[in-house]
Structure formats: structure tokens, C-alpha cells
């Protein structure tokens, strides 16, 4: 038996078969001339590889239902990839380079296809310039082949599984999440990272931060994962196990008693009211949050609709069309009936990277502090404007409200505006129903968002005070980055101070605010929220009747002075 001490990043017990993922190799492609008596070889090399990967496509496009969206999707990328094989202009073009210029075939394709790439990066069509990831994605597995690399397929994990690895991407964690793994026990990640998010919506216990976990568990071994403690345990002993069996057991009756409170409004002991929201990612998550009782969806995370069609060690999905966008967002407004929906606009960028985008951005030094969220958007207002286009042209399927991510000044917010505008009279002069009155609100999620609050109150219709990145942004503290963790403080003065200024500011303006950062689900810090004067927050699904049994249990003056020690905690 070994214990591995880490930091908690989502609570809870379980326990499973441990599933090391390797870390991923880097293709480093050999350049070395070859006689020419030999190019004939390196060319039967190269329709080996190509054959074998063909084939691999073929079975996996066997595989794929004809029902599923998702799988039509998936058949129609497995298609074009064939066709793109056995392009007879791209063969053509690496026979005759390797006939002119011999040199070994990794080569020689590696360079033919990133021309090919390039040339349809720059062709100003929409359609080819998709399609130039497709190409770098299909002779990319044909390189692997030639090169021997087994790249790690997400597929290969067993439901019940505990994931063991360095570091995970949100996209994968996505995937993972519906396969019903047991656990994550990482090396990497911050807290507030979107993995730790993630595993708290979908309900996985994870620990971060387990030194050498990789190189001393090997897949197979039992694993404890006390998401609780911050603890992973190796090869239980038979005492270990029984206690941990029976903390799992009591886990499970607590989960069951706060069953009861699902369907009961937010309420103190004395009675004053929340309205609690859900955060989700997914269209399914929207039936999610309605089992378990929430008032509305309070943050839909788009920028996870598109990941979960793109992952680094998966096929890699398309960029989401307007029409896909708008079938997902009627979907959740559907699902939610007349409750309130605030759908963010992308926030990609920062460790939410999506390759399907292909912006061919420049890679950051200072992702957090970069290309990120509105940002992004607005340096590529296209984006902005499909997403736009979808979100109108759902908005008469339910009570949709739009939220713009990551906003420092009043300027992003009148640009966001002004591209509103031009989408709503597109849509009129195309004739297609919207509601020309949704309200655009925005995330207050960095410093300079709190501290102007008061101007920002007068371009915006509602606030949500996004403490994740408030907390990074003002203590300047990586939520990432599991070194600076103990740094990584909500409750610090400056933060809190913020918020205060932000309800502030929201009350003199008298806008709606609310809270969707992880503050909002967390027992201590809900209740200083509380008494701070916040009566909206949203949380991943699960954790709604954790804090209605919070809010039950104690009074609104109680939870007032709570906040008045945090605030007076100089
Ligand atoms: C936040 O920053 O608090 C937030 C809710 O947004 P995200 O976690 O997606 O950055
Ligand atoms: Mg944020």
C-alpha cells in the first residue's frame, strides 16, 4: 500500500482499476537524402502506411450508427479523410517531389503536405480552408505510421476506470466523463483549472498535484481516490479498503437525503429566497439541471460544445457550423421550458484551446493572458457573428439571456453590441423570427471589470461575477498552475472587495447579478456570497441541493456575519 498526498480538486470517494495515460510523443520528422535506386522502396513504404490507415478508417466508419447526429458528423470527416488518401493531384505531387529531390519519405510528405495545407489556408474559401487541418490531420496518422508512433486512443479507457496522468485537456475530460470513469488522479492542474470543473459537474472524484503518480502506479493496480483529503491510495490494504468501502457507503445515504431537497425552493431557516442556477457545457447537461432542480441554466460554457467535437488524441472534429450551433442552443432552451438560459459567447483561448477553429493564431507565451474569450472574438468577429446568428435564431424557442466573457472595458461591450445589431437586421431582411429583445449581459471577471463596474453597469443589462478567473486575474495567480495553489485564495480582501463593488454598482443601476464562478457551489464561500447581498448563483448541477441544505440550515443574519468577518479580515 502507498498514499500519494495531493490537493483536492473535486470531493468524493471512489475507487477503481488505475489507467496510466502515457505522455504524448513528439513526432520529429528525419530529413536524410536517399539513392535514387531506392526511391521506389520509400514509395511502397509510404502506400503501405497509407493502406493501413485507410483500412483503420474504414472500420471505424463500420462502426458509426446511421441514427446518431453526432456519428453522421463523425462518417461525413471519416469520408472526406478517404477521399483525401487517395487524392490523385497530392499523390502525384509527392511521387514527383520524391523522383526530383530523393529523400526518405517522412520527409518529403511532411513538406508536400504542409504546402498543400498552406495553399488551402490562403485560397479565401471557407470550405477549403476547413479542410486544410484535414489533410494535416490524415497524412499526420500516415507519418505516425511510417514512424512507428501508437498515439494514445481515449478510447482504449474502461468505464470505471481511475485515470492516472500528467495533466488532462478539458476536451478529454469531456470524453472521459461519459464513460463513467472512477477518478482522476493527475500530477497537474490548478483547482479552478476547467478539468477540476469539469469533475465536479460530472460528479468524479479528483485529485491534482500526486508527485511521480505516473511513474509509480501501472495500470491495473486498485486505486482509492480520496477527492475529499486530496489523497490517492495505492493497492489498498484489506483494513483500508473495508473503511474506505464504508466512508463510500455513507457518501452514497447523504447524496440520497439531500435527493430530498430537489424539488424545494432555496430558502434560509428564516426564509429568504435564491434562485439557484445550473452551469453546464453540454445540451444534455440542460436535462441535467432540471432533475436536479435548478431555476435555469445560469452558464452554458459554449466553448465546451465545440471541444467535445475535437480532441488532440481523437479524429479531430469540425469547427461548429451556424446551423449546429442553433440546433444545441434551441435544444437547451427547449429543455428548459420558460427558465432563464444565459449562453455565453465562446470563451476559447487560455487553457481552453480549440483546434477545430484554425485561426492559424500565433502559439502565446501567456495563453491566460492572451488571445482569450471576447478577445478572440472580436479579432475575429465571424466567429462572434455565427455564434450570434445561431443564438438569435434560437432565442424564440425559450428565455434566452446573451453573456459576453472576459470583459475589460466598455468598448468590447459596445463593439459585441454593434455586431448584435447587424446580426438582428440580417435576420430580419432574411425574414427569420427572433427576439429583437434579449438581454446582453457580461461576465465581471477581472479586475478592471470590477473596478469599473459603475460604467459597465450602464452598457449592460445583467452581471455574472466569474470568481475562477476574478481570483486569477486579480492576485495574478495561475489557476492552472498547481505551484502557485496556495496563493489561488477567493477569499482574499481584494477579491472580495470587487465583488462588493460589483453588486454595488449592479444595485445603483438596477441590473440583475449573479455569481457562476466556482464560489458559488463551495460551502464556505456561498454562504459569504450570501451574505453579501447575492440571491442568484450558479453551479455545476450536482451541487445545487448541496446548497439548498446549506441555505436551511442557517439564517440570513448568521450568513451576513459570516461575510462581515471576511470582509473585515484585514
Ligand atoms: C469564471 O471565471 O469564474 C467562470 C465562471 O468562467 P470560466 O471558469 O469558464 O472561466
Ligand atoms: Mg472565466
Redesign the pocket.
Known amino acids: 500500500m502507498n498514499i500519494f498526498l495531493g490537493i483536492s480538486a473535486a470531493s468524493g470517494i471512489n475507487t477503481g482499476k488505475a489507467f496510466v495515460i502515457p505522455e504524448p510523443v513528439q513526432r520529429i520528422i528525419p530529413q536524410f537524402p536517399i539513392k535514387s535506386q531506392d526511391v521506389e522502396k520509400e514509395w511502397t513504404r509510404f502506400v503501405k502506411a497509407k493502406a493501413k490507415i485507410s483500412q483503420k478508417i474504414q472500420n471505424q466508419l463500420e462502426s458509426l450508427s446511421t441514427e446518431s447526429k453526432q456519428d453522421k458528423i463523425q462518417r461525413e470527416l471519416f469520408e472526406t479523410y478517404l477521399l483525401m488518401l487517395d487524392d490523385p493531384v497530392f499523390l502525384k505531387e509527392v511521387k514527383d517531389e520524391i523522383e526530383d529531390n530523393p529523400f526518405n519519405i517522412e520527409y518529403i510528405l511532411d513538406v508536400k503536405t504542409e504546402e498543400y495545407a498552406g495553399r488551402l489556408r490562403n485560397s479565401g474559401n471557407d470550405y477549403l480552408t476547413e479542410r486544410a487541418q484535414d489533410i494535416c490531420d490524415i497524412f499526420g496518422r500516415v507519418l505516425n505510421e511510417l514512424l512507428g508512433i501508437r498515439p494514445f486512443n481515449i478510447e482504449q479507457v474502461p468505464d470505471g476506470a481511475v485515470i492516472v496522468a500528467k495533466e488532462m485537456n478539458p476536451s478529454d475530460t469531456i470524453i472521459l466523463s461519459k464513460r463513467k470513469i472512477a477518478g482522476l488522479a493527475l500530477i497537474e492542474g490548478g483547482i ?1 483549472s ?1 478539468v477540476a ?1 469539469l469533475a465536479r459537474n460530472y460528479d468524479i472524484p479528483a485529485v491534482f498535484g500526486l508527485e511521480r503518480i505516473t511513474k509509480e502506479v501501472h495500470t491495473g493496480e486498485r486505486l482509492i481516490v480520496d477527492g475529499t483529503a486530496g489523497e490517492v491510495i495505492q493497492s489498498p490494504d484489506a483494513t483500508t479498503l473495508n473503511d474506505y468501502t464504508v466512508k463510500i457507503e455513507a457518501e452514497k445515504q447523504h447524496k440520497e437525503k439531500i435527493l430530498l431537497f430537489r424539488d424545494k425552493p432555496a430558502l434560509t431557516k428564516d426564509g429568504t429566497k435564491f434562485k439557484l442556477y445550473a ?1 453546464i457545457g453540454t445540451p444534455e447537461e440542460a436535462k441535467l439541471a432540471l432533475e436536479e432542480g435548478a431555476d435555469g441554466i445560469g ?1 452554458f ?1 459554449t ?1 465546451f460544445l465545440f471541444m467535445s467535437e475535437s480532441s488532440e488524441t481523437q479524429v479531430r472534429g469540425r469547427s461548429m457550423s451556424e446551423e449546429e450551433q442553433f440546433e444545441a442552443y434551441r435544444s437547451v432552451l427547449e429543455i428548459m421550458k420558460d427558465k432563464p438560459v444565459v449562453i ?1 459567447t465562446l ?1 476559447a483561448g ?1 487553457d ?1 484551446i480549440i483546434s477545430s477553429l484554425d485561426l492559424n493564431t500565433e502559439e502565446e507565451k501567456n495563453p491566460m493572458m492572451g488571445l482569450r ?1 471576447i478577445r478572440l472574438t472580436l479579432q475575429y468577429p465571424q466567429l462572434l457573428k455565427t455564434q450570434l446568428r445561431a443564438l438569435y435564431r434560437a432565442s424564440v424557442f425559450g428565455n434566452l439571456k446573451i453573456m459576453l ?2 470583459i475589460t472595458s466598455s468598448e468590447q461591450v459596445l463593439k459585441a453590441k454593434e455586431i448584435a445589431r447587424q446580426v438582428r437586421e440580417e435576420l430580419e431582411s432574411e425574414n427569420i423570427p427572433f427576439n429583437k429583445d434579449v438581454p446582453i449581459g457580461i ?1 465581471v ?1 477581472t479586475a478592471a471589470a470590477g473596478i469599473t463596474a459603475d460604467c459597465l453597469s450602464k452598457v449592460s443589462d445583467f452581471f ?9 486575474y486579480t492576485l495574478g495567480v495561475d ?1 492552472e498552475n498547481i505551484s502557485v495553489a496556495p496563493l489561488y485564495n477567493e477569499f482574499h480582501l481584494a477579491v472580495l472587495r470587487l465583488i462588493q463593488k460589483t453588486i454595488e454598482a449592479a444595485s445603483a443601476e438596477n441590473i440583475p447579478i449573479s ?5 458559488a457551489s463551495k460551502t464556505d464561500s456561498v454562504m459569504v456570497l450570501a451574505g453579501m447581498g447575492i440571491r442568484h448563483l ?1 453551479m455545476g448541477p450536482k451541487r445545487i441541493s448541496y446548497v439548498k441544505e446549506i441555505f436551511s440550515n442557517i439564517t440570513i443574519d448568521e450568513l451576513q456575519a459570516i461575510s462581515a468577518k471576511s470582509l473585515n479580515n484585514l
Open positions: 479552478s476547467h470543473i452551469n452558464l460554457r466553448e455565453r470563451d487560455g481552453k474569450a466573457p472576459l461576465m471577471e455574472s461575477i466569474g470568481t475562477n478567473d476574478l481570483t486569477q489557476r455569481v457562476c464562478g466556482e464560489m450558479s
